[in-house]
């Protein structure tokens, strides 16, 4: 059994979204929508489902291409604009066995450029209404070690809990060994964090392990607490809290 709760909403659910969506190609605003539905095609994370209504009009073209989906046939529409055409861009429900989602649109998150809740940027994929995601600063000890090697050791990390996945450990810089940090031009997003602003590599015994350390400089507000420190994935690096072994979990995000 994991030591994290795993996600609460099942398969196939279905919610009203209490925020104002936008959702932008360019400077255009391609759906902006009060009237958002939230449909949990996967238990994880939703996606967002808007009345075709709330499309600025004349941007779908449909593609003639039909396919089953999750709640329902839906046809394939590309989004065309004055700046760009994207094909595959969305999946127009003319109905549907879940009756609100009949007559909707559930847009490709990558073929926009930007998505807002209200006025704050969401990025990756929607925001989960019910998973929580907290920042708490700890006084455990932590180590974090590869093939025998210590890469950090902290008595005042930030733990973040975060709804369906293992407990993240950030530390403070300088209780991180850079000796075996190569700096990575990876970059990832999280809906819930933001952008990262620095990804490393481990390099040790004369193997070098890719992207295994992370940092949010500029995190979301909610996630303040977390800025400018470091962070390693449980799943490939060896965690010990307060001298005893955590498990590597298989779960694979920042």
């Excluded at 974090?144 to 709804?163: I, N, Y």
């Excluded at 991180?176 to 999280?190: G, I, K, N, R």
Aim: contains cysteine; hydrophobic residues 40%.
């Amino acid at each position: 059994m994991d030591d994290f709760p795993a996600p609460v909403t099942p398969q196939g659910g279905v919610a009203a979204v209490p925020r104002r969506v936008r959702g932008f190609l360019g400077a255009r605003a391609v759906v902006d929508s009060t009237r958002a539905l939230y449909a949990w095609e996967w238990p994880y994370y939703p996606q967002y489902y808007f009345p075709l209504d709330d499309v600025a009009p004349g941007l779908l073209i449909g593609e003639d291409c039909y396919e089953e989906g999750p709640f329902g046939p839906f046809e394939w529409h590309t989004l065309r604009t004055g700046e760009a055409t994207r094909t595959g861009a969305a999946r127009v429900l003319p109905g549907s066995p879940v009756a609100e989602l009949g007559g909707t649109v559930r847009f490709e998150w990558d073929a926009l450029d930007a998505w807002y809740e209200e006025d704050e940027q969401v990025y990756v994929h929607p925001r989960n209404p019910y998973s929580r995601v907290d920042a708490v600063r700890s006084t455990r000890q932590v180590r974090v070690a590869l093939d025998g090697v210590t890469l950090a050791r902290s008595s005042s990390p930030v733990m973040v809990f975060e709804t369906g996945l293992p407990t993240r450990y950030y530390l403070n810089r300088t209780e991180v060994d850079f000796a075996h940090l190569v700096v990575s031009p990876t970059v990832t997003a999280c809906p819930y964090k933001g952008v990262t602003s620095g990804y490393w590599s481990v390099h040790v015994g004369g193997a070098q392990y890719p992207d295994l350390a992370w940092t949010y400089d500029f995190p979301t507000r909610q996630l303040l607490p977390i800025a400018g420190l470091v962070a390693f994935y449980n799943e490939k690096v060896d965690i010990w809290i307060d001298g005893r072994p955590v498990p590597r979990p298989v779960t694979h995000f920042t």
